[in-house]
Structures are given as structure tokens and as C-alpha cells.
């Protein structure tokens, strides 16, 4: 039986191909995709999701558009990598698919209500601020969640908006403790995962090799988000985050990590996001998620140019 998710999303070329990846995956049904203010404004985020949906011919699934700014604090975005649209390198025509007329957070905590208790995983791409404002309306939801997947954080890699702040967590610092925090089993996807899965000129080239507008759109996209990065770090092209929230679902041995506690620093101006993971057992907190810290890189780029590759 299909997993069913929520993608809770803020594209961004990589949560766009981690879209994609879960709408090429038979195991994966989509319940619905929330947007999130991140990588862009929420006016963006969420036509991109609709433009992503009618690239891969799934008009049919339902976006909802979530919180427009953090739980506190003013919005923090990223068009200096992603560019002004959030995904520049491809250029897709303005969506036809209806935006839902209900609120991400509604959506979210209607779901989790109506399912049977333990069968919706959450995947989070971006910022949290739409899960932690469900579990803070309705925290008996906390209990129904099978699963949350996220994409954030760092701990030996550190951060990569600050020196210890990863860019999903140090949006909105608050809502991402709240969501730790909410007891629901969780994994969690780090830079110290994402940085080992890099976009070298191979492998964006063989999805050029597809010879379909999705294979063609992708690597536009990869060729323009890794080219931050690359000048940045100096490696031979830019990590991939969100599609491994989708790879871990399909394909959890590609992955190692420990279960230990992760605490979100909310207060110091100097660690503000920082994701503190008691990696060695040093404390005797709780150990509240499953922190990843290695990835089969080959074993990824295999899953996801086979699995993009179905889509026309």
C-alpha cells in the first residue's frame, strides 16, 4: 500500500525535483502539497508548486498555500541562490491548476483528523511555520502523524546561512523546535547528508539525456542552483537537500544515522537555528529523532534519474 504524504514545500529547484521524485514513485501517494514562505515569498512558492505539478502532468494534485512569514520575526529568503522566481534555469508557463481556497494549517489538521491515526507522513522542505502552527492549534494531531521527514539542519557541516544555522531552520527557529519538541517520530535530513550528494556535470547531464521537458527542465535548474554553491564551497557542483526527504521513503538504506536528542537554538543572536544534536550521548535529553549523517550518493542519483526519467 502507497504511503500517503503531505509535502509541506517553499521551491526552489531542489524542492522541485523532490516533488517530482514523489509524484514518479508508486509507493508514494500524494494527499495534498502545502507552501511555506522560504526560499521565496508565498506568492511564489505556491504557483510554483502548481507550475512543478503541470510540468509532470499531475494537475490533479491539490496545493494549499500555508503562512506567509515566520512564527516570529520578519521573512528571511534566498533569491540570491534560487533566483527571483525560486526556480530560475527553467521557464514554465503560469499554472491553470487551481490554488485549494483552503489554509495549509486547516488543511494539514483536517487531514491528520480524518485519516486513520498513524497513516500521513508529513515531508518537510522548507521552513516549518506550517506544521508548528497545526500542532499549536490542534496539538492532539502530534499523535496521529506516522512520520515526519525533514530537511534541515546540521551538525559537523554547520550551518550554510550562518556559521551554525542551516536556511530552513533559521527561517523560523521557533516553529522548528516546535516541531521537534511535538513527540511524533521524526528523521531528519542535514546538510551533513545533502553536502555528501552533489550535482557533478555527469549527472545533470543524464537527465538532459531524457529528451523530455521535465529531463530538460531539470537540469536547467540543477545548472543554475549549483553554481552558488560551487563558488561557495569550491566542490565539483552543488549538494541536493529536499529530494532526499522523498529518496529516505523509497529507499531508507541509502541512508545511516542515530537516533539522539536535536534541540533548536530560538534565543542567541550568535546560534540563532543552530540544530544542537547530542550526536555522542553526552546529555541524557531525550532522544526525539533520527538525525542522518551518511548517504549512498551513487545509490541516490541512481533512484532519482530512473524514477524522473518515467515522467514526460
Known sequence: MAEKIIIDTDP?????????????????????????????PLTLTEKNIRKICELAGRSDIRVYAGCDRPMEGALVTAEYVHGWTGIDGAT??????????????????????????????????????????????????AGRIRRI??????????????????????VDPKAAAIVFGCGAPIVIIPLDVTHKVLTTRSRVAAFRDFGTAVGEAVAGWLEYFER???AKYGSEGGPLHDPN????????????????NVEVETVSELTRGMTVADWWGVTDRRKNALFMGQVDADGFFALLTERLSRLR
Open 12 to 40: 526552489g529547484q531542489d524542492d522541485a525535483l523532490a516533488i517530482l521524485l514523489a509524484l514518479a514513485s508508486p509507493e508514494i501517494e500524494i494527499v495534498g502539497i502545502t507552501a511555506a514562505a522560504g526560499n521565496v
Open 92 to 141: 514554465l508557463p503560469d499554472p491553470t491548476m487551481p490554488l485549494q481556497d483552503r489554509h495549509a494549517v486547516d488543511f494539514i489538521i483536517e487531514t491528520l483528523m480524518r485519516e486513520p491515526e498513524g497513516t500521513i507522513t508529513l515531508c518537510t522542505l522548507g521552513p516549518l511555520t506550517n506544521l508548528a502552527t497545526a500542532l499549536t492549534r490542534a496539538p492532539e494531531i
Open 149 to 170: 521527514v525533514s530537511m534541515g539542519g546540521g551538525l559537523f557541516e554547520g550551518g550554510n546561512i550562518t556559521p551554525a544555522a542551516e536556511f530552513n531552520i533559521y
Open 228 to 230: 552558488f554553491d560551487v
Open 245 to 260: 526527504v522523498i529518496a529516505y521513503l523509497l529507499k531508507p538504506e541509502l541512508y545511516v544515522g542515530r537516533q539522539c
